[in-house]
């Protein structure tokens, strides 16, 4: 499973000790690997000299979080004071999605001003198919969309990302709400939720179905897949051309 580091990592080597020489840096995109014996998780990553393997104690550094974001704004009508923090899970879900499939650390301001040229910003929040019509030709990428929980495991473990589009039945939201499917790891969905914060999945009702390791979450696919219901399509598939 590919994802872009967005803040510096620490690492530790294979037996857990720490290595104050290595860090994974802002920009890195990695590949993460199941959680070993000693529960570590494999991380390979670019440097000057090569690829290399490090290891991290939790998935903290993967994720851009919306609530970072109060003072970049998200307007349309209705909702003219709107910010990213508010309103802009789309946004910060497009920028991690083009960062998994390129390496590329795309800006969120960037992108919100583009949904709002592109009037894919909506008063209901973000019009994913318009946003990503426009923006993944940019970086050779495309989307398909489907309803099929089936479809989006297969894309995940050939590679893809997936825009995830959340009904807000109490699981990853409790209003409708974008998130990015990242991979499989350990036969689990690995999830970046824009909207996370502290003891967001500590209710007993999500702890029973998700696990969260640093900003990254885990679920099975059909934890997933019941929170997208009432949603078409569920799922954006993102592709390389």
Not at 52 to 73: C, E, H, M
Not at 143 to 172: D, P, Q, W
Not at 197 to 225: E, N, Q
């Amino acid at each position: 499973m590919k994802a872009l580091a967005y803040k510096t990592v620490s690492v530790c080597l294979q037996n857990g000790a720490s290595d104050p020489k290595s860090r994974i840096d802002p920009g890195d995109l990695c590949e993460i690997s199941g959680k070993t014996m000693a529960g570590l998780y494999p991380v390979l990553y670019p440097t000057s000299r090569g690829p290399k393997t490090r290891w991290v104690r939790n998935l903290k550094g993967f994720l851009v979080n919306q609530n970072d974001y109060a003072s970049i704004p998200y307007p349309a009508p209705g909702y003219e004071k709107a910010t990213i923090k508010s309103s802009g899970c789309g946004v910060c879900s497009a920028v991690m999605a083009v960062g998994a499939m390129t390496g590329r650390k795309e800006s969120v301001q960037r992108i919100a001003n583009c949904a709002v040229l592109w009037n894919a910003r909506v008063s209901g929040g973000t019009l994913m198919s318009r946003l990503l019509t426009h923006l993944l030709p940019e970086h050779d990428l495309f989307y398909s969309g489907t309803s099929s929980v089936a479809e989006l495991v297969k894309h995940l473990k050939s590679g893809g990302v997936a825009i995830c589009n959340t009904a807000g039945r109490g699981m990853f939201s409790t209003g409708g709400h974008y998130i990015v499917a990242l991979g499989m790891l350990d036969g689990k969905v690995c999830i970046a939720d824009p909207g996370l914060y502290y003891g967001k999945y500590s209710s007993a009702k999500r702890r029973a179905k998700v696990t969260v390791s640093g900003d990254l979450i885990f679920a099975d696919a059909a934890t997933l897949d019941a929170d997208c219901v009432g949603r078409s399509p569920r799922y954006y598939l993102i592709s390389k051309r």
